[in-house]
């Protein structure tokens, strides 16, 4: 398949002052492709009207409006309406390289793989700073049982992992194969670090990584975020997410390995 189309799922909630960058970013991208999926989370925001607006301008876009249901729900709601034979996921502060998805889907086609990871940038929005991230060892991580084999060499610190999101813990700078998600979808009942729970259940299974070194992701860091902003409820679903993954890891690692 040549030319297979790529669907890109952007959960938006409350992010009226970023949107039109982050859509813009994937409109101009190289390859075009694509079928982008706005998911309105009942933002009480401007953002309703900005994603109708886009999808007059692009025929490839098509817009979700739904009750608000949080980042985990808005996700699931793309991708149960995706048709695509690919797919990615943007969240709505964030923006994109313009080459990311030509990258990415030739490095899949390239290596045969069922998914790949790129490198990303922290963007600073108030300074325009930039810093970029990149797991040096990444490449090496090829097949399933992917944590087993990062908590038996001792390549990573897990409590860092966990703490930062590190590794490929973050979908949004993947491209995945429609069929690995076929039976996969994201817990509704958290709304931090419901990625890296996603991410350890689907490197459960028997698939293969390529990467591209490039930094192509440009992850917003900006004070209102869920992320960045704590109140006692977040605490509370930190708390919740790392019970949940510990005991995932359980399942993977053995008595005397974890």
Request: proline share 2%; aromatic share 10%.
């Amino acid at each position: 398949m040549n030319n297979p189309l790529i669907s890109v799922i952007v959960p938006i909630y409350n992010v009226e002052d970023y949107l039109d960058r982050c859509i813009g970013s994937i409109v101009g991208q190289t390859y075009s492709n694509l079928e982008i999926i706005l998911v309105d989370d009942g933002s009480p925001d401007s953002c309703p009207a900005k994603c109708d607006e886009w999808a007059k301008r692009d025929s490839r876009i098509k817009v979700i409006h739904k009750e608000n249901g949080g980042v985990s729900n808005s996700r699931n709601v793309g991708m149960k309406s995706a048709t695509g034979d690919y797919i990615a996921f943007v969240d709505g502060d964030d923006f994109i390289h313009r080459e990311m998805y030509e990258k990415l889907l030739q490095s899949i086609q390239q290596n045969g793989s069922d998914m790949s990871v790129c490198g990303f940038s922290l963007y600073y929005d108030d300074s325009k700073k930039v810093k970029e991230l990149r797991e040096e060892n990444l490449k090496k991580l090829e097949t399933g049982n992917v944590y087993k084999y990062l908590v038996k060499t001792n390549q990573w610190d897990m409590g860092e992992y966990i703490s930062t999101d590190n590794i490929m813990g973050s979908v949004w700078r993947c491209l995945y194969s429609r069929n690995i998600l076929h039976d996969m979808s994201f817990n509704e009942g958290l709304f931090i670090c419901e990625d890296l729970i996603f991410t350890l259940d689907l490197l459960n299974k028997n698939i293969k990584i390529s990467v591209v070194e490039d930094y192509l992701y440009y992850y917003v860091q900006r004070g209102a975020s869920a992320v960045h902003s704590m109140s006692q409820r977040k605490i509370d679903n930190r708390i919740l997410s790392y019970k949940i993954l510990l005991y995932k890891l359980k399942d993977v690692l053995s008595d005397d390995e974890f």
